[in-house]
């Protein structure tokens, strides 16, 4: 239908009404709240409490689960806690780069030009890019391994094997440390069997499985593993967004391991997160379906109870059973066994993978939509049945957490305009409508943060010295942080840095994560992606960043000079292909996948490798939206879907 004007009082009255109907009908798991690495920590803190405790349901997850989650998985499955152990400090020590599912140039541009600054001042650091495409970042690369997407395993896996081949494992550090793992909750193999399997992944095997050459492979692992070189990886959506994510992950963790090249100055697996908040709100603070704040877990009852004592309800109040994680939350919106949503801060009509699959959803008359939005119009907002207007990051106050586990308090510069209102404010008139003003008795974002501090209070995250007088006195505090005098932590689990290390531990790092104290190697094969190329879709298509824009571009595509630098999504393509298919730079090429289709201008440019087609993923235009044509499929224990890999066809439009 037709917007139509409404008061706060109205809106929130009529949003407040649809949730009690749906609870009242339906049981307390027909709501849901999908939020974001965007919306401040008080504000996922406050929503988290509203609805795993007042309303009852753990249906509370958010686009983190389509970025992120896979680097979760592969922290807390390797070394016990979630979060990175170093820092970006860490950059300005390194003497070898490993830059792999990133095209951190334009999609980490400042944490780039810090790379590069390094690389200038000191000229023998190297930078080790493993890319399909030949990025921007592939520019300064010393070495470039370029390989068919999915395939990256088998690679990780021969440069672990060229490791511990040629003499450059830490023995030491091994036999210390170290655990191998074949499955979970199984007993941990061998070094020898760990070796052994590595045996099916030589250079040459892993170049018959991804197309990259054995010997740049082998150079990789020689310059990767440099005796009296310090070495840091850094990752982001290349390795996260598929279906063998968590174990893509583990494998980078795993070369660090071997060489125990970690908790050192310029040593460190670093993954980058794309997203302000992703770390600090969402992951840290609990806010998605399975999790509870600071390392908790929805399936462990003495977490809950820990979580119950805090907010001071009665036991048994959080569901054990955890939640519906995102891809799952938007199919039972879909099936309408979800009635009423409420998304804060993120855009999911263009950012989930297979669109055709979840627009019906939020289009359903019979299902209920609330978002709250600053960009009016979105491809999210345009089909909700209420839309909030929300105040700009400039309008409110909130911290946020990123990559290196910095906390920042923003503070409000300016009055939110016309009747706009802070997210922390909509969500505690929610929590009253619905009878939870006193589970929610923050008189404002000050309060909440108290409440986190006592959360994270004994555990891996512990920041009770992180006061907000502190806050704004520092340009952020790296936990933990135990107490008020505590410097901050700039390498986890390192003996004279980490408060959580004690001072005699016998050896100089601590993987504390885990009651026996090792971290673990994980014995991880090569599997294929979800959907394979084929005679009718012989092109893997695959998504990504520009510098120009951010997600989607719903405020960068505001901007009048960077939409004219960077109009419209293209359809990147290898020289080789193009002139197979008659295709020249300009033409219309419709590019379809098993689940949609879409049409865009054809860039013919020798970047992407012969059989892969690229597009970035911010554009808002509905014919030209890439995610009409990814894959959902997802990661088995992240539940991160695979928007990196599926399979197309190509044709003149």
């Known amino acids: 239908g037709t917007w139509k004007r409404a008061s706060w009082d109205e809106a929130m009255t009529l949003v407040a009404s649809k949730f009690k109907d749906a609870i009242e009908k339906h049981g307390s798991d027909s709501v849901a709240y999908y939020g974001s690495g965007q919306a401040l920590t008080e504000e996922s803190y406050l929503a988290n409490k509203l609805f795993k405790a007042g309303i009852r349901t753990n249906n509370m997850d958010g686009n983190p689960r389509l970025c992120m989650a896979s680097a979760v998985g592969g922290y807390v499955t390797t070394y016990g806690k979630d979060e990175p152990m170093g820092c970006y400090e860490d950059i300005d020590h390194t003497d070898v780069f490993f830059l792999i599912g990133s095209n951190t140039a334009e999609a980490h541009p400042i944490i780039y030009q810090r790379i590069v600054q390094r690389k200038m001042a000191k000229k023998d650091v190297k930078v080790i890019v493993a890319d399909p495409r030949k990025t921007a970042t592939a520019r300064i690369a010393d070495i470039h391994m370029t390989f068919t997407p999915g395939t990256d395993l088998a690679i990780l896996n021969a440069m672990a094997h060229v490791i511990i081949k040629e003499g450059l494992a830490d023995d030491e550090f091994i036999k210390t440390h170290l655990s191998f793992m074949q499955k979970p909750d199984a007993p941990a193999v061998t070094f020898e069997e760990y070796k052994k399997f590595l045996d099916d992944y030589t250079p040459e095997k892993a170049e018959a499985i991804s197309g990259c050459s054995a010997e740049l492979i082998r150079k990789a692992a020689l310059m990767f593993a440099e005796k009296g070189k310090a070495t840091t990886s850094m990752w982001t959506m290349g390795l996260n967004q598929r279906t063998s994510g968590v174990a893509a992950n ?65 036991v048994g109040t959080i569901q054990a059973k955890p939640g519906l994680s995102t891809v799952d939350m938007f199919s039972a919106l879909a099936e309408k066994k979800i009635k009423a949503m409420l998304i804060l801060c993120t855009n999911p009509g263009q950012s989930m993978p297979n669109l055709n699959k979840y627009l019906p959803g939020l289009k359903d008359p019979d299902t209920f939509v609330v978002v709250s939005e600053a960009y009016f119009p979105t491809r999210t907002a345009e089909l909700a049945d209420v839309v909030l207007p929300a105040a700009l990051w400039c309008e409110k106050e909130g911290v946020y957490g990123c990559t290196e586990r910095r906390y920042q308090l923003l503070e409000k510069a300016v009055e939110p305009q016309g009747e706009a209102k802070p997210d922390f404010f909509i969500l505690k008139d929610l929590a009253t409508r619905l009878g939870h003003a006193k589970l929610v008795n923050f008189k404002n974002e000050s309060e909440a943060w108290s409440e986190l501090m006592k959360a994270s209070k004994g555990t891996a995250y512990d920041f009770t010295g992180m006061t907000r007088e502190r806050l704004k006195q520092e340009h952020g505090c790296l936990w933990p942080m135990p107490t008020e005098g505590h410097p901050g932590t700039k390498r986890r689990y390192a003996r004279g840095e980490d408060p959580l290390v004690k001072a005699d531990h016998p050896h100089r790092i601590d993987f504390y994560g885990r009651p026996d104290h090792k971290a673990y190697v994980w014995l991880r094969p090569h599997k294929p992606a979800a959907e394979q190329t084929d005679a009718e879709y012989p092109f893997v298509f695959t998504t990504g960043r520009v510098l120009e824009h951010w997600h989607t571009s719903t405020m960068t595509g505001k901007v009048p000079e960077l939409q004219k630098a960077v109009p419209q999504a293209l359809a990147e393509m290898n020289p080789e292909d193009a002139k197979r298919l008659g295709i020249e730079s300009k033409d219309k090429v419709k590019i379809t996948s098993r689940r949609g289709s879409i049409v865009l201008e054809a860039k013919v440019v020798d970047v992407p490798r012969p059989g892969l087609i690229f597009a970035h993923m911010h554009d808002q235009d509905t014919q030209r939206m890439v995610n009409f044509v990814t894959n959902d499929a997802t990661d088995p224990i992240s539940r991160q879907p695979e928007f990196k890999i599926c399979a197309v066809k190509i044709e003149k439009a």
């Open 250 to 314: 583990n494998l980078v963790h795993n070369l660090h391991l071997l060489t125990g090249k970690i908790g050192l100055p310029g040593s460190t697996p670093l993954s980058l997160t794309g997203q302000p908040n992703a770390c600090g709100g969402v992951r840290d603070g609990g806010a998605l379906s399975h999790l509870l704040p600071y390392g908790r877990l929805i399936a462990n009852e003495a977490h809950r109870k820990q979580m119950e004592e805090l907010w001071d309800v009665p």
